[in-house]
């Protein structure tokens, strides 16, 4: 496929794990939105991960990702990642087998496992494809919410406290007995998730049984975390 001139080649990938995989196409509805008003900048291709685990190129409308009826509609074609370096994109499903679509930098839109912790990030690293946002390892530790803060408390940095549960502790005397000493209200996560499922505040120690299981439903270890008092802060760190 012919590249348009002076434009930018991106593919804009969003869907993946089944969880947040709405979450994701909201996301990348208002990006490719976006990128929509700057036409003679940028030459976009929306590249969706289904729940079951297929690439599929969309050229529909951003309304179809949003609504989740993208996956029906006919503009859909099957793709796959090249992993050799010399075709730089992606191969995409045509009459005559598979036609060779040149990407110059990949705008991984993903939420939660299969997206946000490292593993499209070393795919496209593996196919030399320039990426937008944290490459292998820091979305493996970013998405590793135990390991992050070990990492962070490592460099000086105050990080809440917090312990560990696995799926191997059966005793649930194990989590209350700690629970007490973090104190009430606190956080029930699973460790390696996203931030919009399997999370709860937990303020009292009757219901802290029923968040634990919540959150093992996403992940075979969870944190529970102390309360802290305050607000949130976000900072984007841009860079050449």
């Known amino acids: 496929m012919k590249q348009q001139e002076n434009k930018i080649r991106v593919a804009l ?19 490719a939105d976006a990128l929509a008003t700057m036409p003679d900048r940028y030459e976009v291709n929306r590249v969706d991960i289904t729940k079951q685990g297929r690439w599929l190129k969309y050229s529909g409308s951003t309304e179809g990702m949003r609504s989740g009826s993208w ?59 320039p990426l937008v946002g944290c490459g292998t390892l820091a979305s493996a ?11 962070a408390h490592a460099a000086g940095v105050q990080v809440p406290a917090s312990f560990i549960l696995t799926k191997n ?5 194990i989590a209350l007995a700690q629970a007490e000493s973090l104190g009430y209200p606190l956080f ?15 303020t009292d120690r009757h219901d802290l049984p029923t968040a634990i299981k919540l959150a093992f ?7 529970i975390e102390e309360n802290i008092t305050g607000f949130e802060v976000g900072c984007a760190v841009m860079g050449n």
Request: glycine share 10%; hydrophobic share 35%; with cysteine.
């Open 13 to 31: 990938q969003f869907g993946s794990c089944p969880s947040e995989n709405e979450v994701s196409c909201v996301s990348a509805a208002a990006r």
């Open 71 to 129: 996956e029906q509609d006919a503009s859909c074609v099957p793709c796959v990642l090249s992993p050799d370096r010399s075709d730089h994109g992606l191969l995409v499903h045509s009459a005559n087998g598979y036609e060779l679509l040149p990407v110059d930098v990949v705008a991984p839109i993903l939420h939660g496992k299969n997206g946000e912790d490292g593993t499209v990030q070393g795919l496209f690293e593996l196919a030399g494809i």
């Open 141 to 151: 530790l970013c998405m590793d919410k135990d390991r992050a803060h070990k990492l």
């Open 169 to 173: 502790m059966e005793d649930a005397g």
């Open 188 to 202: 029930v996560k699973p460790v390696r998730a996203g931030s919009s499922y399997g999370i709860t505040k937990v």
């Open 217 to 223: 439903e996403y992940d075979d270890e969870v944190i």
